[in-house]
């Protein structure tokens, strides 16, 4: 199969310039992006994507043996890589994608020269000493609510992942977003997500890596970011001044100017 169409590529930007490529979070597809295109896209050339199961991407090449891991959405990430032939790539991930980046870049490290991580979280479960934000019956009780009623869910938890209640056109645009994605593909996902443990996983991470995480954040509280920062040797952490899980569409400005800057200084 095509991989250009399977998770519908599209490449923007400066064509020839260092390659940024963008991955979104659960939920969600490669519009949520388009607000900070614009500012990367006078340097950089921008390669966007749809994981397979999400936006506009070949529903037909879902398998669910493939992608009830992280694991499979990695390998989304290296096959585009090796069909448009990336090299020097910056990988920038949203959510769990960060993670998925962070595999990614374990299995090909030649391909990957830096990571942007943008609200990461390597467990969302708090574990002992270790705050992932959710405990075990948190955890269960949002799956279940999920997979009995996706609709109902999304309307319910979108506006409060997205936060900025004084704004709800944000929210509405997440539960748009949660909502076409369809509820069988959306809880396998959720379940690769939310029930994942990649913290073993930042020890490989070995390239410059910028950690970006919201001042409030229901998902991944700051205590999360901090650990991911910690455990990357040499990271650096930008706590931007925003609320909620999507600081790209909640505040696209301070979010292009905290990757340019780190890009420039990567360079």
Known sequence: MD???????????????????????????????????????????????????????????????????????????????????????????????????VLAAAADPERFTNLVMVAPSPRYLDDDDYRGGFSASDIDELLESLESNYLGWSAAMAPVIMGNPDRPELGEELTSSFCATDPDIARVFARATFLSDSRADLATVTVPTLVLECAQDVIAPREVGGYVHTTIPGSHLVTLDATGHCPQLSAPGATAEAILSFLTRAR
């Open 3 to 101: 991989v250009r169409t399977r998770n519908n590529v599209v490449v923007t930007g400066r064509r020839g310039g260092p390659v940024v490529l963008l991955a979104h979070g659960f939920g969600c597809d490669q519009n949520m992006w388009r607000l900070i295109v614009p500012a990367l896209a006078e340097d950089f050339e921008l390669v966007l994507f749809d994981y397979v199961g999400s936006g506009r991407s070949d529903l037909s090449a879902w398998r669910e043996e493939r992608y009830a891991s992280l694991d499979g959405y990695a390998r989304d990430v290296l096959e585009i890589c090796e069909e448009l032939d990336l090299h020097e790539v910056t990988f920038v991930g949203h959510s769990v994608s960060a993670m998925i980046g």
